[in-house]
């Protein structure tokens, strides 16, 4: 039997670019809401899959980082320069373009990994009300 369980309404706000897309080539803001699935085996001892609070405190570990910061592609690491009166928050991320469908895999490869690879994630990121990106690792 196969078992899931979830969180969802967890959100961060961030801003990047689209160069590939014509509209959304500016640097602009979202605030970005995460749903996660982690499937496993039930664990007789403890009557769960994974503890509830875990995952969720484990999924706001990986957003924190996310949050409030401008997410870059690391081929524009170089030429990226923020200064103000402000303090800049920068994430590069390793993909080539910084997407909803980036940011879902980021996510499911860092719960992934903060579990030891030991259980299947699905990730959705959603990018407004009615759009979304959804990863699934392995």
Do not use: W
Request: net charge negative.
């Amino acid at each position: 039997m196969k078992l899931r369980i979830g969180v969802r309404n967890l959100y961060f706000e961030s801003a990047h670019y689209t160069p590939s897309s014509e509209p959304d080539n500016v640097i602009h803001g979202h605030t970005y809401f995460v749903e996660v699935e982690i499937e496993g085996k039930f664990n007789e001892n403890t009557g769960f899959i994974e503890d509830f609070n875990l995952l969720r405190d484990r999924l706001r570990n990986v957003i924190k980082e996310l949050d409030h910061s401008l997410l870059i592609p690391r081929k524009d690491s170089d030429l990226i320069k923020v200064e103000g009166p402000f303090k800049p928050k920068i994430k590069v991320l390793d993909y080539n373009f910084v997407t909803a469908e980036t940011i879902s895999m980021l996510i499911c490869n860092e719960v992934y990994e903060r579990f030891d690879y030991k259980y299947n994630v699905k990730v959705k990121v959603y990018e407004g009300p009615d759009v979304y990106a959804e990863a699934q690792c392995p």
